[in-house]
């Protein structure tokens, strides 16, 4: 059996320690336990008991120091339950890291600094060498913790996680015995441009209806190669892995917007950003009302703009941008010309759209 420590952070603007789960802590397990986000992305029974709270911390997590098993911690915060942190015991020098917060905690810091104390308790008493972090496809709060904590993110893995009878895609990252506990990559949030009459800004959920119409449209799957079927699950499964790209630091998407009602109007995008070169793609589209005005290459100048800007000043500090259009595609050739970007030749079958393979027309802009 494991010496139990106590372990604390008393550096912030509250005290964060790891200690034993004492009954005391039954009431604030339950509420942690039938909130909606723990419902939707932990294991916990539903419906949920007081009773299973004070089963929790009166058995559960003392039997899983009595068997080495689980080493699991009350997050106490200036006096109160705050969550649970533990490390699941694998073997041979290996765990898994799980954590759980209370709704009042969330957003304050607390857990990342819990999950430090943990992780250096970890690698530094236990001597584990690797650790490896799950949680279910769209956990962004958790999967935003293990980027700060320096794990990496090595995939999705399909239909594996179990959950109440079901199986959900997980993500899964590893922190190896010497690695920095600090982000290995950038993690891009959309900042808000205003244009003239384009407002660049954050795709979001309720964008669905319009993207659905976008790429229905017959000029878009003209010039685009998409799938056949395309509905508000296809456009919810695209923001989600754009959203994936972004925490990776290699994408880049902005909604083109109205700035006086906030309705989608296009996108463009950044994508296959490449950090140590300095250079990404672009690509964009716009939603059949939004064309002909000039919209869309107000957007794409701003989005090319924000691409150029330091990376210190709020920019991504890029020093290439290049793009494509097939050669028939004189709308979208015209709107590369118009932002400013410089014509580099003609690649062969460059292209793939909804008519089959097409020559293509490239560009480029570089920073000042």
């Not at 309705?263 to 994508?271: A, K, Y």
Request: a negative charge.
């Amino acid at each position: 059996m494991t010496t139990f420590p106590i372990l604390v952070d008393p550096d912030g603007a509250t005290v964060v320690s790891l200690r034993r789960h004492t009954e005391a802590d039954t009431e604030r397990v339950y509420e942690q336990c039938v909130d909606p986000l723990s419902v939707e992305f932990t294991t916990v029974p539903v419906p949920y008991t007081r009773g299973m709270a004070r089963s929790f911390v009166t058995e559960a997590m003392p039997g899983g120091w009595e068997s080495d098993q689980e080493w699991a911690f009350a997050v106490d915060v200036d006096g109160r339950f705050g969550g649970t942190v533990s490390l699941r015991n694998e073997g041979d020098g290996r765990a898994e890291i799980a954590y759980g917060s209370h709704p009042d905690v969330r957003g304050t810091g607390a857990m990342e600094r819990a999950l430090r104390l943990l992780l250096g308790w970890g690698f530094d008493t236990l001597r584990l060498q690797a650790v490896v972090w799950w949680a279910d496809r769209g956990n962004w709060a958790s999967r935003r913790l293990a980027w700060k904590l320096g794990f990496s993110f090595d995939g999705t893995v399909r239909g594996y996680l179990p959950q109440r009878g079901g199986r959900h895609d997980g993500w899964v990252g590893m922190l190896l015995a010497g690695e920095e506990r600090s982000p290995r990559y950038p993690w891009f949030e959309v900042p808000t441009i205003e244009g003239e009459r384009v407002r660049l800004r954050a795709p979001r959920e309720d964008d669905s209806p319009r993207v659905v119409e976008l790429e229905n449209d017959p000029l878009t799957r003209r010039w685009n190669f998409l799938p056949e079927q395309f509905g508000d699950a296809e456009a919810r499964a695209g923001l989600l892995r754009a959203r994936e790209e972004m925490a990776l630091g290699e994408r880049l998407l902005f909604a083109a917007a109205d700035p006086a009602d906030d309705r989608f109007l296009g996108d463009v995008s950044l994508f296959r950003i490449h950090r140590a070169f300095g250079s990404a793609m672009l690509g964009y589209s716009t939603h059949p009302d939004a064309r002909g005005r000039g919209l869309t290459g107000e957007a794409v100048r701003l989005a090319l703009r924000h691409a150029f800007v330091p990376a210190d000043e709020g920019g991504l500090g890029l020093l290439r941008v290049a793009a494509g259009a097939a050669v028939d595609n004189v709308a979208s050739i015209a709107v590369l010309r118009r932002a400013g970007m410089r014509e580099i030749g003609l690649e062969r079958r460059g292209v793939r759209t909804g008519e089959g393979m097409s020559d293509a027309l490239r560009f480029e802009a570089l920073a000042d």
